[in-house]
């Protein structure tokens, strides 16, 4: 019985093929940004460091919440009451209590992101990290990316067959890098997680907002594609 020509990895000599890897890498600029909040308290009493840090978290989510549309998200993770023991003594004797709550927020304007980043860091007891900045997982640049990788495929595989005086006569396959097996690919880190910076709290009042300049987010694409040729003029 004789295979389907189509099924063979390697083609024949009537219809070769030739497999390409097409690449694309993009800079484009961020749309979101996140940074995250601690808050903190710290008391003898248990029930005083509870509400100082109920009082300051409720200040710090009123306070970005009062931006609006621009805060796109807004989360609260872990939230913790850990008391300190004495290092000295018998018993079981409590020192202090420290409270602790995380909260992060998204952000889509970069303006209102540096007076906001400002204005928490000037808040009692409240630690801002980042900006983490990153694409929408539905951002068009992603797509782009892609169709430049396929597109660069086709060339490739076109300047092969015709390096052997053929042509390119149809595509037999398309794939994303790994799709057909398990092999990790390794790939650089995530745009969006580069340039991480921490703010205090402070004392000082009216503080100047910063000027954050927002970093330019890498996209990359790699597909594998066969082609099958005309045969060559060898």
């Not at 430049?148 to 490739?156: K, S």
């Not at 994303?176 to 703010?199: C, I, T």
């Given at each position: 019985?004789?295979?389907?020509?189509?099924?063979?990895?390697?083609?024949?000599?009537?219809?070769?093929?030739?497999?390409?890897?097409?690449?694309?890498?993009?800079?484009?600029?961020?749309?979101?940004?996140?940074?995250?909040?601690?808050?903190?308290?710290?008391?003898?009493?248990?029930?005083?460091?509870?509400?100082?840090?109920?009082?300051?978290?409720?200040?710090?989510?009123?306070?970005?919440?009062?931006?609006?549309?621009?805060?796109?998200?807004?989360?609260?993770?872990?939230?913790?009451?850990?008391?300190?023991?004495?290092?000295?003594?018998?018993?079981?004797?409590?020192?202090?209590?420290?409270?602790?709550?995380?909260?992060?927020?998204?952000?889509?304007?970069?303006?209102?992101?540096?007076?906001?980043?400002?204005?928490?860091?000037?808040?009692?007891?409240?630690?801002?990290?980042?900006?983490?900045?990153?694409?929408?997982?539905?951002?068009?640049?992603h797509g782009e990316a892609r169709r430049q990788a396929v597109l660069e495929a086709?060339?490739?595989?076109?300047?092969?067959?015709?390096?052997?005086?053929?042509n390119l006569a149809a595509l037999v396959e398309l794939a994303d890098l790994g799709?057909?097996?398990?092999?990790?690919?390794?790939?650089?880190?995530?745009?969006?997680?580069?340039?991480?910076?921490?703010?205090?709290?402070?004392?000082?009042?009216?503080?100047?907002?910063?000027?954050?300049?927002?970093?330019?987010?890498?996209?990359?694409?790699?597909?594998?594609?066969?082609?099958?040729?005309?045969?060559?003029?060898?």
């Amino acid at each position: 019985m004789t295979q389907d020509p189509t099924h063979q990895p390697y083609g024949t000599p009537e219809t070769p093929r030739v497999a390409v890897r097409g690449e694309a890498r993009l800079e484009v600029d961020p749309e979101i940004a996140r940074i995250g909040i601690t808050v903190s308290a710290r008391g003898t009493d248990r029930r005083a460091a509870l509400e100082d840090l109920t009082r300051r978290n409720n200040a710090v989510l009123d306070l970005v919440k009062s931006y609006g549309e621009p805060v796109e998200k807004l989360e609260t993770g872990a939230f913790s009451i850990t008391p300190e023991l004495t290092r000295h003594g018998r018993g079981e004797r409590v020192r202090a209590y420290h409270g602790r709550v995380h909260i992060t927020a998204e952000l889509s304007d970069f303006t209102t992101l540096g007076e906001l980043t400002t204005r928490l860091a000037d808040l009692e007891l409240t630690q801002v990290d980042g900006p983490w900045w990153a694409l929408r997982p539905t951002s068009p640049a992603h797509g782009e990316a892609r169709r430049q990788a396929v597109l660069e495929a086709v060339q490739r595989a076109r300047e092969y067959a015709q390096a052997l005086g053929a042509n390119l006569a149809a595509l037999v396959e398309l794939a994303d890098l790994g799709a057909e097996n398990a092999v990790p690919v390794a790939m650089a880190a995530p745009g969006g997680m580069m340039r991480a910076m921490s703010f205090g709290g402070t004392d000082d009042a009216g503080a100047p907002p910063l000027d954050l300049e927002p970093q330019r987010q890498t996209v990359y694409a790699q597909v594998n594609a066969r082609f099958t040729m005309t045969p060559p003029q060898l």
